[in-house]
């Protein structure tokens, strides 16, 4: 099986507070740093050898994982000194890799959550004889996402940014994320300075006449840019809808880790994960939401596809719905967050002194 790189440089902003301490692909999922779950799942697909282009908080990666052999990975970190793009960064890493020329190279978007079948990609990249192949995935609004659209055979006939009109919407075929280069396209890729493979190097290669094969992949797929979307995929691992050989325990309603506390009378449910050494408070409800090490929720919360960041503390009977609340934040009792409202690690919010919602 080829080997592959990882893009884990991005600062996660759209994410922040969860980012501000912690690169986004290192964000728990599911128990695990989310990193963690591509990791695996390339492992299980039979590739061996990864290199993460980092960037932003580099140092975290490598004394969490090491050389990769917990894994049955043999891992290797290059640290952009300035942000290069997701072109810039592939090709920053070519000095790491082993293939030959003409030997496919698989490169992922470190916050993808897809149950793409990766050795297919890689089969239908060498049986097509494609100079890069492209997962692309089908989803029912592409006005957030740049259009692919292919002929009958999936050959790639144009990169069309986020439409603006209905007119412009050709297909509903979106890059998912996930590519196969075949090593001789990456080192032809400008070393030094930013690229982008989206706005540059794609376009630059069809113009070229270079084959580019899409492959339409309807499992699984999520983009986990925003805060709602990764709780909604940290509960989809924990609930078996997406797939992980990193989820560490069963899947079902709930996971709850090590050291966690719950109370007596309380329900956890829709993929909740609860993180270790957490205490979860009597007769709360936590729904569909990611509870991280060492949070305290108390007596009669409600706690609804929301984060509650590590060493957090959510007083009795406050409700969030939609929430994220920042690392080592305290909301007192019955305050009221909701939809999309987010808290700053760190910050103090008294007893009873809030109803806020990002709809206001």
Wanted: charged share 20%; hydrophobic share 40%.
């Amino acid at each position: 099986m080829t080997e592959a790189i990882l893009l884990v440089g991005g600062k996660g902003t759209r994410l922040r507070p969860l980012t501000v301490h912690t690169p986004k692909p290192m964000v728990p999922a599911a128990g695990v740093p989310f990193l963690t779950h591509q990791l695996a799942r390339a492992r299980a697909a039979g590739v061996e050898h990864i290199v993460l282009a980092t960037s932003y908080l580099a140092e975290v990666f490598e004394p969490h994982f090491g050389d990769g052999s917990a894994l049955g990975l043999h891992l290797e970190y290059v640290t952009e000194d300035e942000p290069l793009g997701t072109g810039g960064a592939i090709r920053n890493v070519a000095s790491r890799l082993t293939s030959a020329p003409g030997e496919p190279v698989l490169i992922f978007n470190g916050d993808i959550l897809t149950g793409l079948d990766i050795r297919a990609l890689v089969d239908n990249h060498r049986t097509t004889g494609a100079d890069v192949s492209l997962h692309l995935t089908r989803v029912a609004d592409p006005r957030a996402f740049g259009l692919v659209p292919t002929d009958p055979s999936g050959r790639v006939t144009a990169f069309l940014e986020k439409p603006q009109t209905p007119e412009e919407i050709v297909t509903d075929q979106i890059n998912a994320g996930a590519y196969v280069f075949n090593r001789s396209v990456i080192d032809g890729i400008p070393a030094g300075r930013p690229v982008s493979v989206e706005r540059e190097t794609f376009p630059g290669l069809l113009a070229a006449g270079a084959h580019l094969q899409g492959m339409v992949d309807s499992t699984y797929w999520l983009d986990l840019g925003t805060p709602q979307a990764f709780v909604r995929g940290s509960a989809d691992l924990v609930l078996g809808r997406a797939p992980s050989p990193a989820v560490p325990g069963r899947r079902g309603e709930r996971l709850v880790l090590e050291g966690a506390v719950v109370g007596d009378g309380t329900k956890l449910t829709g993929g909740t994960c609860i993180g270790a050494g957490a205490r979860i408070g009597a007769d709360a409800t936590i729904d569909g939401s990611l509870v991280l090490d060492g949070a305290v929720v108390e007596d009669g919360a409600v706690v609804r596809d929301s984060l509650v960041g590590t060493g957090a503390t959510i007083g009795a009977r406050t409700v969030l719905d939609g929430a994220v609340i920042g690392d080592g934040a305290t909301v007192g009792a019955d305050n009221e967050l909701l939809h999309g409202a987010r808290v700053w690690c760190s910050a103090r919010i008294p007893a009873a002194s809030l109803r806020f919602s990002s709809d206001q």
